[in-house]
Nanobody, 115 residues
């Protein structure tokens, strides 16, 4: 059974930073690309970033490019999202998702950016 457990969210002021983590289990982590997606209040799911299985290719939504960095540690079955220069519009529940299709997601971690 695929299990994805996100952590690291919280309340942060605009301009601040957070590092999200996702612990993966129940599948061979190194065989799959992974992604972060988010859902803001009252809105649909929004793709944030993707990393391929061997960490050679990353991609980002325009809204986070230059501020967020996705990474993974295949030895630890962990996925990360370093978020810098946070803005109020980054407020959302953040989910890690397993490729392909990214329909397998965790329970999410809340990120709130507010002064």
């Amino acid at each position: 059974e695929v299990q994805l457990v996100e952590s690291g969210g919280g309340l942060v002021q605009p301009g601040g930073s957070l590092r999200l983590s996702c612990a993966a289990s129940g599948f061979t982590f190194t065989n799959y690309g992974m992604a972060w997606v988010r859902q803001a209040p009252g809105k649909g799911l929004e793709w944030v970033s993707t990393i391929n299985r061997i960490r050679t290719i990353t991609s980002y939504a325009d809204s986070v490019k230059g501020r967020f960095t996705i990474s993974r540690d295949n030895a630890k079955n962990m996925l990360y999202l370093q978020m810098n220069s946070l803005k109020p519009e980054d407020t959302a529940v953040y989910y890690c998702a397993k490729g392909p299709g990214y329909s397998d997601r965790g329970q999410g971690t809340q990120v709130t950016v507010s002064s």
